[in-house]
C-alpha cells in the first residue's frame, strides 16, 4: 500500500515537472519568436508572458524596457535625421537665394554696358546689403554651434533689468523711429535684479525686440513689460502683427524654421534668431515661451530667477 502511494506520489512529481518543462519550453519559444519579430522592424511588439514563474515574468519586464529604450532611441534617431535633412536643405535654400542674387548683381555690373551711373551705384548698394546677408546668416551659423558645443559659459552674476531693458530699447531707437512705432514700455522705475549674464541678456532683448519689429510692423504696436512671479522675473515682448499660426507655433525655436508666411524675402531673417535666443535663455537658468492669437497678439516670454 506504502509502495502504491509513493508510486503514485512519483508519477504526479513527474507529470508536474513535465508539465512544468513544456511550459517553460513555450514560453521560451514565444520569447525567440517575439524577438524575430522586433528584430525584423516590429518595435511595436512586447513580450506578453503568462506564466506563475516570477523569474521568467521578470525576464518578459526587462526586455520590454530594453524595447521601449531600443524605440526610443529609434524615434529619437529618425527625428534626428529629418530635422538633418530640413536643416540641410533651408541652409541649402537661405544661402542660394542671396548669393544668387549677390552673383547676378555683380555680373550685371562686369559685363552689362548700358547701365548707368546711378543704375551701378544702386547695384552696388544691393550686393553689398546681399553680402551682410550671407555674412550675418554665416555668423549665426557659427554662434549657435559654439553655444550648443558649450564653448561659450554666461558670467551668471547680479544684473539690474531696470537698467538693461531701456539701454537696449534706445539702441533700437532708430528703428522704431523709422517704423513710426513708439513702444509701450512696462518697467518698474525701482532696480529690478536678476540671476544672469548682462551680454546675454542683451542679445536676447535685441532679438526679441528685432522680430518683433520685423515680422509685427503691420499690428503699429510693439511693447516689452516685466513682471514677478514666484520668485521668478518674466520678460514679455508682444506685438500686434500677423502673428504665428498654431501650425507653425511648436516649431518656432528650432533652427531654422521661418515658417511658410515668413518665407517672403522682405521679411525672412536667417531662422536663427530665435534658436540662438532660447538657448541663451536656457544657458542662464531660464525658460522661454511663445503664444499667438494672429492678427491680435503675439507675446514672446522668458523668465530668470530673481536676485
Known sequence: MLNLALFLVLISLGIFLFLRY??????????????????????????????????LEDLGGELNRMVDHFQNA?????????????????????LRTPLTS?????????????????EKERFLLIAAQKGKDL?????DFFELARLEED?????IRRVNLAEIVPEVLVGLYPDFMQAGIT??????????????????LRRILNNLLTNALRYGLEG???????????????????????????????????????GEASRNTSLRGTGLGLTI???LVEKQGGQITVTSTPNEKTIFSFYLIKS
Open 277 to 279: 535666443t532660447k538657448n
Open 22 to 55: 513544456f511550459h517553460l519550453l513555450h514560453q521560451l519559444k514565444k520569447i525567440t519568436q517575439i524577438t524575430r519579430e522586433i528584430q525584423a522592424g516590429n518595435i511595436n511588439l512586447r513580450y506578453r508572458l503568462r506564466t506563475p514563474q516570477k523569474d
Open 220 to 258: 503699429k504696436e510693439i511693447g516689452i513689460g516685466i513682471r514677478e512671479e514666484a520668485g521668478l522675473v518674466w520678460i514679455d515682448v508682444w506685438d500686434r502683427g500677423k502673428g504665428i499660426s498654431a501650425q507653425d507655433l511648436p516649431h518656432v525655436f528650432e533652427r531654422l524654421y521661418t
Open 102 to 118: 549677390l552673383l547676378g548683381y555683380l555680373e550685371a555690373l562686369q559685363h552689362d554696358e548700358t547701365l548707368t551711373v546711378e
Open 135 to 139: 555674412r550675418s546668416l554665416l555668423q
Open 151 to 155: 564653448d561659450s559659459t554666461p558670467e
Open 74 to 94: 529609434f524615434e529619437r534617431t529618425r527625428f534626428l535625421e529629418e530635422e538633418r535633412k530640413r536643416m540641410i536643405a533651408n541652409i541649402s535654400h537661405d
Open 183 to 200: 513702444p509701450v514700455v512696462g518697467i518698474p522705475d525701482a532696480p529690478l535684479h536678476v540671476r544672469g549674464d548682462a551680454a546675454y
